[in-house]
């Protein structure tokens, strides 16, 4: 690695994530924080940043990204709520950009990566599958893009079929979850949790779990900035922290 540190700039700067992510950056030898903008604020003082990473709100993440990216500036997204649309709209703009990497992250925990890699490699062997997702109340979306894109990767690992739940019967329709490529996804906003996730599947006679929880916001960090360091490495849109986790302890 050059001896030159990393310039980093963080958006969403004043948040719980935005606060931490600051916080990290300082303490880590290889990056250098030279932006921390609020929520309102211009984005000209990330002009100065080799790396952006957005924890704002989703209304404005499209908006960050086309000033980022045009200005060849590469950009880790921990905003939640990016899902499949926009990512569409992402993979435009980084083919418009040649060299800039774009990292969208649903979740940076590495239980939760591991969970979801852990679902995609049992999926085709059970006829059923559902999921049960917890946030703290203040959490904007839902289902939760830790939720859509273990849906998605069930459903890729089964062929693209999903396994799409039959109508409901009348007056159950709000009981029976979202159907999320094809998996019903029930998503719960209480206190007393951060972030956990449950996906249940099953078959005759037989049942499997595999879940998460994030007990603490500091979990994120050691992914935050993994996606950080190698965001340059991956010219256009990257999903997910899976590609890069490597057999071995986390970082």
Known sequence: MSGTPTRVGVIGAGGRMGRA???????????????????????????????AVDFSIPDCVMEHLEWTVARGVHTVVGTS???????????????????VGVHVVPNFSVAAVLATRLAAEVAGFFDDVEIVE??????????????????????????????????P????????????????????????????????????????????????RAAFLPGVLLAVRGVAARPGLTVGLDAL????PAQ
């Open 134 to 167: 917890y946030a703290h109340r203040r959490k904007l979306d839902a289902p939760a893009g830790t939720a859509e894109q273990t849906a998605r990767v069930i459903a890729a690992a089964r062929g693209g079929t999903g396994g799409e739940p039959p109508e």
């Open 81 to 99: 709520g990016v899902g499949a649309g926009p990512q569409e709209r992402i993979a435009e703009l980084c083919a418009a950009a040649p060299g």
């Open 169 to 216: 019967p009348p007056g159950e329709a709000t009981t029976r979850g979202r159907p999320v490529h094809g998996v019903p996804v029930h998503s719960v906003r209480t206190g007393g949790v951060l972030s956990r996730q449950d996906v249940r599947f099953g078959r005759d006679h037989e049942l499997l779990s595999i879940g998460f929880e994030t007990l603490d």
């Open 21 to 51: 992510v600051c916080a990290a950056v300082r303490d880590a030898a290889d990056l250098e924080l030279v932006a921390a903008v609020h929520r309102g604020e211009p984005l000209d003082p990330l002009r100065d940043a080799d790396v």
């Open 245 to 248: 986790l490597t057999t071995g």
